[in-house]
């Protein structure tokens, strides 16, 4: 069946009531002066996730679709959230016998020792549950080249990492953003300065990456 385009440029319910979450999340962070919108939930993932379920909703409504936009929108969303995890955890490539071991993890939990590749893999296929309705074009290719980039500059400034700023750098720093000095944080001033170099790339990296995915949806030829 020939999808049809209607409301191009228009936004509904959906899409209205995901900007507010944007701005909720956006507020809420700036109130508080932090990256964290609550505990140690960083404001950039729930942006990115509200993102992703935006961009694929927003996609597919000027495709024509209505209601049942909402499970591809959803699907997009969770798609986003593994797809940034499985590029952080192998932005360094894994051993052979590590990766068997991970493809071997059936658990969804991230912080264990082994990374669960065959769970995330699977979340981040069902996007494609919408194949139909995709199309790489120039939003997707662009989306996709930033996350590039920002993921090559926080690796070149050593890859800090802000729940475990003692390991910094874990690769040797190409661009010295962050004091040689505070190499392996042997201070507070140290750790402070690591974690905000490394919340910052964070967020910039997890919203590029999250709207990679749910831009296939901006299909050319029906926008």
């Not at 509200?50 to 961009?55: G, P, Y």
């Not at 074009?137 to 500059?153: E, H, N, P, Q, Y």
Request: charged share 10%; hydrophobic share 55%.
């Amino acid at each position: 069946m020939k999808t049809t385009f209607t409301g191009k440029g228009s936004i509904g319910i959906y899409e209205g009531l995901t900007i507010l979450g944007i701005i909720i999340v956006i507020a809420v962070c700036a109130v508080k002066r932090s990256y964290f919108f609550s505990g140690t939930v960083l404001g950039a993932s729930l942006v990115g996730y509200l993102l992703a379920f935006f961009l694929a909703s927003f996609g597919l409504r000027r495709q024509g679709l209505g209601w049942e936009r909402i499970f591809y929108a959803v699907a997009s969303a969770a798609a986003a959230r593994w797809l940034f995890e499985i590029i952080y955890h192998y932005v360094f490539p894994a051993s052979p016998e590590e990766f068997v071991k991970d493809l071997q993890n059936l658990s969804t939990n991230i912080s264990e020792t082994n990374f669960p590749l065959l769970w995330s893999v699977m979340m981040v296929m069902i996007i494609f549950t919408g194949y139909k309705y995709m199309a790489a074009g120039r939003w997707f290719w662009f989306a996709a080249g930033a996350t590039t980039m920002f993921f090559l500059f926080w690796i070149l400034v050593g890859y800090p990492q802000w729940v475990r700023p003692e390991q910094w750098p874990i690769r040797h720093p190409f661009i010295p953003l962050i004091s040689p000095t505070y190499a392996h944080a042997p201070d507070t001033a140290a750790m402070a300065a690591i974690s905000r170099v490394s919340l910052a790339m964070n967020s910039a990296t997890k919203i590029a990456a999250c709207a990679v995915l749910p831009l296939l949806f901006f299909r050319a030829d029906k926008t």
